[in-house]
Structure formats: C-alpha cells, structure tokens
C-alpha cells in the first residue's frame, strides 16, 4: 500500500517562531488533508489540498503532487497550535484516508 | 464542532465483553468512515459506508468488528469477545459534501479493555 512519511517527528519551539512540517508519499495521490490533533484528541482538519497553495491564517500549506510531498507552515506560533500534525492521502475519491505518523509539536510560551 | 457525534466518548470494560458504539454523521451524507487509533499512531482506516452499502473493509477489521448502517444514516461498531488489543480511540468521519473533499471527524470512543 501507499507510504506516507512525516518529518520531523518531534518538534519544539517558542512562542512566535516559524515552522514546516513535511509529508512525503510514495504514489500518486487523489487528494491530500492536514489534520491537526488536539491534546483532547479531537482532529481538526485543517486543509485539503490535492495541489497548489492555500492558506488559512498563520498557516498555510502547499502540494507538489508532481514530486509527492506537501508542506504545512506554521507562522508565529502559539501555544494553542500545540499538538500532533497529521496529513493523510487519498488514492481515489471516496476511498479511505491514509495516515502519516504525526508530527507532535509543543509550542512553549 | 465538526456535526460529527459519536456515543460513548468513553468505555472501560472487562477482556471477553461486547461493545457496541455509535456514530451520528453530518446529516444526509452518504459516506461515513470508521477508523481506530492506537497511542502514538495515526488514525488507521476501517471499514466505510456509503448509504447503508458497507464498501471496503480493512484486514484489520476480524470477525469479531462487525459495522453496521441501517437506512443509511447512523453506525454501530460493534466488538464481540474484546480483547486488552482492542483498547483504542475508535473514530467515525464523515465528509464535508455528497461529492466527498475534506473529512470531519467526530470526538471518538476511547475503548480501554482490563
């Protein structure tokens, strides 16, 4: 089945700073989702993003499905964006959702 | 609020019991999914439906998952005979429209099996 590989795993930052958090995937993919799990558990989608750019906020997330990875930047980081940062794919529509394993990130005040 | 709600948000049982939880997706869409997510992991797909047809079931799903969606609206999961490997967030999503694009996910059911 498809790979979907997140880096980095863990990351840690202070309040205010910058980051990008990258998934990358082993087939051509239908779409492309970024998730984010709060330390409740609850998943929040975030984007859905089969290619291109968009942005919503402090982040904003870009697809390369030519050369299958996609990048979610987080600006100005806050401690509510604290969690795991999850993407997932989609071979064709309306199938399942596979998942990366997360990138955890504690944003310090 | 993703309009995602699932019953219980939590259940602690005793190794050889059954469950059964539930899943009330967005109103009126057609697909809903269920998948589990163990510590650490991210969440791993299921079984999902589309109306009351169940359309693909992973190997993960033993013969003691059974999934149901009567009149194609709520889901049960239910788990005969559990077991300590079963304790798990178990989550029902459901998609933004009739045509699919972003997933919703509702709380989940936290299994925790003794």
């Known amino acids: ?109 | 609020d993703t309009g995602v709600s699932q019953d219980p948000r939590h259940k602690i049982t005793k190794r050889g019991q059954n469950v059964t939880f539930r899943c009330d997706p967005i109103s009126e869409h057609n697909r809903l999914y269920w998948y589990r997510q163990t510590l650490g992991q991210g969440p791993e797909f299921l079984t999902y439906f589309q109306n009351e047809a169940q359309l693909e079931k992973s190997r993960l799903l033993s013969d003691r998952f059974s999934a149901e969606r009567p009149k194609g609206s709520f889901s049960t999961l239910e788990i005969q005979r559990t077991e300590q490997g079963d304790s798990a967030m178990y989550l029902c999503a459901s998609p933004q429209s009739w045509i699919g694009g972003r997933l919703f996910f509702g709380p989940g059911t936290r299994l925790t099996v003794l």
């Not at chain 1, 919503?56 to 030519?66: C, E, I, K, M, P």
């Not at chain 1, 806050?78 to 990366?100: I, N, P, R």
Request: include cysteine; aromatic fraction near 12%; charge should be negative.
């Open chain 1, 1 to 109: 089945g498809i790979q979907v590989e997140q880096s980095p795993p863990d990351l840690i930052l202070q309040e205010g700073a910058n980051s990008t958090l990258r998934c990358n995937f082993s087939d051509s993919v239908n779409n492309l989702q970024w998730f984010h799990q709060n330390p409740w558990g609850q998943l929040i989608n975030l984007f859905y993003i089969p290619s291109g750019t968009k942005q919503n906020g402090r982040l904003s997330a870009t697809t390369v499905a030519t050369e299958r990875y996609s990048l979610l930047y987080i600006s100005s980081s806050q401690t509510t964006d604290s969690g795991v940062y999850f993407c997932a794919v989609e071979l064709f529509s309306g199938g399942k959702l596979t998942f990366g394993q997360g990138t955890i990130l504690t944003v310090h005040p």
